[in-house]
């Protein structure tokens, strides 16, 4: 299984000839090349994370591809036809099992709405919980790290790794942070792996990662 990071939040798992894509948003370069989608997972609906054009550059691909996401994003996307998960739901999309976590984004400011959100575990080894850091409760191989956004300081960072203790990591959520604070927040998140002996790999757009 490879993992392959795209800008900022969108991820795209592969088995195969088979794919799964996560998040697929505004902060993410077109998606026009992508063929054997058997599935689309959108953690939230905030615009970062999936937008209408990148779904339909998707699906004009790969018309039967399955699209799982949370109440508050299939009410926020009725021209798509999507299947509602929530947290303590287990798909199975051949060549992938996916199960849910987690139900909230996590606080932005007690002004702003907080939406639906749910984390997903691809086939017992890779884990990315969108924007929250729901705990998934069992071992992980490869974890998604969230390092720049407004809901989120770098020591809540660190607790989450060093309490999800992943064999692997790498960084996402990064389209908000200059190079500078890439750097520094890849540090941290490398520190909190190591110490609890994993790896850090500080993947950047279209690199990947054997699982």
Not at 54 to 81: C, H, M, S, W, Y
Not at 149 to 168: H, N, S
Request: charged share 20%.
């Amino acid at each position: 299984m490879k993992l392959t990071k795209y800008e900022h939040s969108c991820m795209v798992i592969s088995k195969g000839d088979s794919s799964l894509v996560i998040d697929p948003g505004a902060y993410t370069t077109p998606l026009t090349d992508l063929d054997g989608v058997v599935a689309i997972v959108i953690t939230h609906e905030h615009a970062d994370h999936w937008t209408a054009e990148q779904l339909t550059r998707i699906l004009d691909r790969n018309k039967e591809a399955r699209i799982f996401a949370p109440a508050g994003v299939v009410a926020a996307a009725a021209d798509f036809t999507m299947e509602t998960v929530a947290g303590g739901d287990a798909v199975e999309v051949e060549p992938f099992s996916l199960k849910f976590f987690g139900e909230k984004h996590a606080v932005i400011h007690s002004s702003i709405p907080v939406v639906d959100n749910v984390a997903v575990l691809v086939d017992d080894e890779f884990y990315y919980a969108g924007d929250s850091f729901t705990l998934p409760g069992v071992e992980v191989g490869t974890l998604a790290v969230p390092i720049g956004a407004p809901w989120l300081k770098i020591g809540e960072v660190i607790d989450y790794v060093e309490a999800i203790k992943p064999r692997r990591s790498f960084p996402v959520h990064e389209a908000v942070l200059s190079a500078i604070g890439k750097n520094m927040a890849n540090g941290r998140v490398e520190a909190a792996t190591v110490r609890n002996g994993g790896e850090f790999f500080p993947l950047e757009a279209q690199e990947s990662l054997d699982m």
